[in-house]
């Protein structure tokens, strides 16, 4: 599943102690074998976490982490479960080359379902340390108890081995059958408590890298020429004041047109020169009737859940309420604009991007450039805030282009103004609800239908009798300018 494959990754990672595991997250493995040119999962593993010679312990996820602390609670989750110092775990994250393959970072998964097969691994690999110690030091398991990164004899505690010593000058790779038990929460000591952020020191003094700090011999700044409004088409365009711009190139194919500079700013002043006239769209809808339009267009839809009967729950009723409500479109605003920079160098590319799903982020760029998945290694530094729009990652995929067609690496930030224009957004909805109570003011009817939300936790949660959840449109989609796919446009859609 990974372009680096296993034994390859073994080969460069030097000697240590490896478990392998599978991430049992159903949704996500079913969604990878469905979609398009979907990966096949391997029978045996899909992530892994290795205990190095110098005792330190590293955990490999295709997570992202977006500031929700990913990077520090699946350590504290390995620091736990291995007896060890939280400072002595370093997690990996999002690098399409190291790490195993991975949806993406969306719908709070990270920690529920990545963190107990990972915690899993590591109470696995303390038991190996077991064995291997009781072998070295000639002591039995059951005997051995594990502290700071070390096994020692409970009968003796000045026999003892450090993890570190376990793994040297070796390569080991054990699964043990049956599982050992991971701890309780009355044992925890790490996990569960309050603890300073591994990142925490390189935020707040400006150390930590994202995308728009990679800086690369040659690079230069991208600025992009956007239409005015979705939908607009470009009917002429002038760029020769911006080629007479020192220091810029000026860069077309087909729908892309851009500028390179060494500065950003300099980009910018020279891309405000390109003239260019636009068929505008005539506009359908704006914020007063998009909701109108929403049900104007709506399809039949279909039952998320229902019980009893409508017409029933009616009768019981001795008062009726009907309410509807309305959500606009929400940008999703993250501290961090959309960001990446992209390298070419020896048939292979290289993407750092602020994104949830980095190998959604290769396997676009690998298609853009005409490039088999494996040649392409897309690395998450750490992200700015993500919320369900840094799925789709379109300006990593820019960058790959540009870098291809000028020869030279390219970073494409968008500014505050095309995050508004580009990112997905939560989509603008309407939903109408019947509901009634009866005589003991007992809640007994709930007709409930949503219009271009999407149905996820639309599912009652009362004792209802009566009841009937309709979803009419779903909310995916790409960039579009408020039109229902349904409608024959495209939509901007992607709440979290």
Same mark, same amino acid.
């Given at each position: 599943m990974s372009p680096l494959s296993r034994r390859d990754f073994l080969k460069i990672s030097g000697g240590g102690i490896f478990v392998f595991?599978?991430? #049992?997250?159903?949704?996500?493995?079913? =969604?990878?074998?469905? @979609?398009? #040119?979907? @990966?096949?999962?391997?029978?045996?593993?899909?992530?892994?976490?290795?205990?190095?010679?110098?005792?330190?312990v590293t955990g490999?996820?295709?997570?992202? =982490?977006?500031?929700?602390?990913?990077?520090?609670?699946?350590?504290?989750?390995?620091?736990?479960?291995? %007896?060890?110092?939280? %400072? /002595?775990?370093?997690?990996?994250?999002?690098?399409?080359?190291?790490?195993?393959?991975?949806? &993406?970072?969306?719908?709070?998964?990270?920690?529920?379902?990545?963190?107990p097969p990972f915690r899993q691994a590591a109470a696995e690999a303390r038991a190996v340390l077991i064995r291997l110690a009781s072998e070295k030091l000639g002591v039995p398991a059951e005997r051995l108890a594990t502290k700071d990164g070390a096994v020692f004899d409970t009968s003796n505690t000045n026999k003892s081995v450090t993890y570190g010593a376990l793994a040297r000058g070796q390569t080991i790779e054990r699964h043990l059958d049956p599982k050992p038990a991971i701890k309780t929460i009355a044992?925890?000591?790490?996990?569960?408590?309050?603890?300073?952020?591994?990142?925490?020191?390189?935020?707040?003094?400006?150390?930590?890298?994202?995308?728009?700090?990679?800086?690369?011999?040659?690079?230069?700044?991208?600025?992009?020429?956007?239409?005015?409004?979705?939908?607009?088409?470009?009917?002429?365009?002038?760029?020769?004041?911006?080629?007479?711009?020192?220091?810029?190139?000026?860069?077309? %194919? #087909?729908?892309?047109?851009?500028?390179?500079?060494?500065?950003?700013?300099?980009?910018?002043?020279?891309? /405000?020169?390109?003239?260019?006239?636009?068929?505008?769209?005539?506009?359908?809808?704006?914020?007063?009737?998009?909701?109108?339009?929403?049900?104007?267009?709506?399809?039949?839809? /279909?039952?998320?859940?229902?019980?009893?009967n409508l017409e029933e729950g009616k009768k019981l009723s001795a008062a009726i309420f009907e309410e509807t409500y309305q959500t606009p479109y929400v940008a999703h605003s993250p501290i961090e604009p959309h960001t990446a920079t992209a390298a070419i160098e020896g048939g292979r590319a290289t993407v750092w991007a602020s994104t949830q799903s980095p190998f959604r982020v290769q396997?676009?760029?690998?298609?853009?450039? &005409?490039?088999?998945? =494996?040649?392409?290694?897309?690395?998450t530094p750490f992200v700015?805030?993500?919320?369900?729009?840094?799925?789709?990652?379109?300006?990593?995929?820019?960058?790959? @282009?540009?870098?291809?067609? /000028? &020869?030279?690496?390219?970073?494409v930030a968008w500014s505050r103004a095309e995050e508004f224009f580009l990112d997905t957004f939560q989509p603008a909805a309407v939903i109408k609800i019947v509901s009634g109570l009866d005589a003991a003011n007992?809640?007994?009817l709930w007709d409930y239908t949503v219009f271009f939300g999407g149905d996820r936790t639309s599912q009652p949660f009362y004792d209802i009798p009566h009841y009937r959840i309709l979803s009419k449109g779903s909310w995916g989609g790409r960039a579009g300018g408020g039109q229902a796919k349904e409608a024959g446009g495209e939509r901007q859609a992607g709440k979290q």
């Open positions: 595991f599978a991430v #049992g997250d159903p949704l996500e493995l079913l =969604e990878a074998q469905e @979609r398009p #040119g979907g @990966r096949e999962l391997p029978s045996d593993w899909n992530a892994f976490l290795r205990i190095g010679e110098d005792g330190q490999f996820t295709g997570k992202a =982490e977006l500031g929700q602390g990913a990077n520090t609670a699946l350590a504290q989750m390995a620091a736990e479960e291995l %007896d060890v110092p939280l %400072d /002595s775990v370093t997690m990996v994250l999002g690098d399409t080359d190291l790490c195993p393959y991975d949806m &993406g970072t969306f719908g709070s998964r990270t920690i529920k379902y990545f963190g044992q925890h000591t790490v996990a569960g408590r309050s603890a300073n952020r591994k990142d925490a020191r390189l935020k707040a003094t400006g150390k930590a890298e994202y995308a728009g700090d990679i800086r690369i011999p040659g690079m230069k700044y991208a600025r992009i020429l956007r239409p005015p409004a979705h939908g607009a088409k470009l009917r002429s365009v002038d760029t020769a004041a911006a080629e007479a711009f020192e220091g810029a190139q000026v860069i077309r %194919d #087909g729908e892309l047109i851009a500028i390179l500079h060494d500065a950003y700013d300099l980009a910018d002043a020279a891309l /405000s020169r390109i003239k260019a006239e636009w068929d505008m769209p005539a506009p359908s809808t704006d914020d007063r009737t998009i909701y109108d339009h929403l049900v104007k267009v709506a399809p039949e839809g /279909s039952v998320v859940e229902q019980k009893g396997e676009a760029v690998a298609e853009a450039l &005409g490039l088999p998945a =494996e040649k392409v290694r897309a690395i700015g805030g993500g919320f369900g729009g840094k799925n789709p990652s379109g300006q990593a995929v820019e960058a790959a @282009r540009l870098a291809k067609l /000028s &020869g030279k690496p390219v970073q007992q809640l007994v």
